[in-house]
């Protein structure tokens, strides 16, 4: 069945770029039915969405992360990547992501997250 | 952005208790309501879709109700297994926002 994996640095230093890929196994990245999203969730938390990507490479961000965040999306290693920019302490937290069916928009297949700490 | 408020923010009960939480928007969203369900250190699990869609695999006693902007996630018999965190979040306009969480625990 459909898996997400999340991969990328635990520890990033403050005003630098946190970077993070999402692999998909086990299933299409370009099904036209679905965007692939990222969320995340500082410890001790909730959750609080980052944005979304279509195969075609369309973008959806959270209006409060727009101006330094990046999704993108690579079909052929079926890839979704994730680039903030400018992180501080605040960005701490895990980092998840997930399919999002197209129609209601509603999540049903999560990457088991990853743990971000901004720290110098 | 589409405030979400739900709750209570925490529910103590014991198996066999049915159990209600509400989450409450700022605004209509019409069913683009979604309920998970997340376990300490693990990812949100799916339980409802569009406000009363069971998830496949999911057991029948957790349902959904509600539309506009008054929404319930109700378990009919608690399980061992149910106690956990529970968020809503609504899907009708970008952010897509998440409630607060309500932490069922153990009478």
């Known amino acids: 069945q459909l898996q997400l994996q999340e991969s990328g640095p635990g520890l990033v230093k403050p005003s630098e770029t946190l970077s993070l890929t999402c692999t998909v196994s086990g299933g299409s990245i370009s099904g036209s039915t679905y965007y692939w999203g990222w969320i995340r969730q500082p410890p001790g938390k909730g959750l609080e969405w980052i944005g979304r990507i279509y195969y075609s490479g369309s973008t959806y961000y959270n209006p409060s992360l727009k101006s330094r965040v990046t999704i993108s999306v690579d079909t052929s290693k079926k890839q979704v990547s994730l680039k903030l920019r400018s992180v501080t302490a605040a960005d701490t937290a895990v980092y998840f992501c997930a399919r999002i069916y197209g129609n209601h928009f509603y999540m049903d297949v999560w990457g088991e997250g990853t743990t971000v700490t901004v720290s110098s | 952005d589409i405030q979400m408020t739900q709750s209570p923010s925490s529910l103590s009960a014991s198996v066999g208790d049915r159990v209600t939480i509400t989450c409450r928007t700022s605004?209509?969203?019409?069913?683009?309501l979604n309920w998970y369900q997340q376990k300490p250190r693990k990812a949100p699990k799916l339980l409802i879709y569009a406000a009363s869609s069971l998830q496949s695999g999911v057991p029948s006693r957790f349902s959904g109700n509600g539309s506009g902007t008054d929404f319930t996630l109700t378990i009919s018999s608690l399980q061992p297994e149910d106690f956990a965190a529970y968020y809503c979040q609504q899907s009708y306009s970008n952010p897509y926002t998440f409630g607060q969480g309500t932490k069922l625990e153990i009478k």
């Open positions: 605004q209509s969203i019409s069913s683009y």
